[in-house]
């Protein structure tokens, strides 16, 4: 770790370089919501994602998957937001349908707080609890709620049984491997373990499904695992290169 001395150029001073603390944001946000410095139908507009040539939103990340009037959104069946964020340290989320918002500042780059603002607006709006499913697209949020009271370990038996009823119901590999991180940021490993199972069974041609499965059973301590998924990993994709090196460090 080391110190940080930034210097903008004043043109720069509304996306970068501006001196304010918490309570202030929070004053300046109420102020937007309670419609004081803008009118509703302004304040909407502000917060409306633009839609590109191909009729979608684009954004910075999966989260942050829309851009509005100078604020990144954060597009979804529930809760959406409307989220300002600032070098990997600084993040204002506002939730209009909600009448809510988080405001946490740092000084330390890379603490990243959007990645955990949902999880503090969670103690004012419980649905949004992280351990209940939310931020999963519905059709995972539901087999996730499925599997807290039946068990982790029966997940590729409810989709196939789900499969059988529906052929056409599919889960999407990049969702499913974004939701095994998540139980892994909540330090819930051995579910984590059984979602990036089910990817492997879903896709068994994927490397990346692999690669997934391997880093978890890395983390587990479980080596002989770890290396016969890296292993696996390589074969389908001989430039992978985190599964090169990973196997370096095991072997």
Request: hydrophobic share 40%; charged share 20%; net charge positive.
């Amino acid at each position: 770790m080391r110190n940080v001395f930034e210097v903008f150029a004043p043109i720069l001073y509304t996306a970068a370089g501006l001196n304010s603390t918490a309570d202030d944001l929070a004053h300046w946000v109420m102020s937007l919501q309670q419609g004081k410095l803008l009118k509703a139908n302004n304040l909407a507009k502000l917060w409306t994602p633009v839609l590109l040539n191909n009729g979608q939103t684009g954004g910075f990340s999966r989260q942050l998957n829309g851009y509005a009037a100078g604020w990144p959104t954060v597009g979804r069946p529930e809760h959406r937001a409307a989220a300002a964020v600032g070098g990997g340290r600084s993040a204002v989320f506002v939730y209009p349908e909600d009448d809510l918002a988080v405001v946490v500042l740092t000084n330390l780059i890379g603490s990243n707080p959007d990645r955990f603002v949902d999880e503090i607006a969670s103690f004012y709006v419980p649905d949004m609890r992280l351990a209940t499913g939310f931020g999963l697209p519905p059709q995972l949020r539901a087999l996730h709620n499925e599997l807290r009271k039946r068990g982790f370990e029966n997940a590729l038996a409810l989709v196939r049984q789900q499969q059988k009823q529906n052929p056409a119901y599919q889960l999407p590999e990049d969702d499913v491997n974004a939701w095994g991180y998540t139980l892994l940021r909540q330090q819930m490993t051995a579910q984590a373990l059984e979602i990036f199972k089910l990817n492997v069974s879903l896709y068994p041609t994927s490397p990346n499904t692999y690669d997934s499965l391997a880093e978890t059973y890395q983390e587990m301590g479980n080596k002989a695992l770890a290396v016969k998924n890296y292993r696996q990993a390589l074969k389908l994709d001989p430039s992978s290169r985190n599964a090169a090196e990973q196997l370096k460090k095991l072997l």
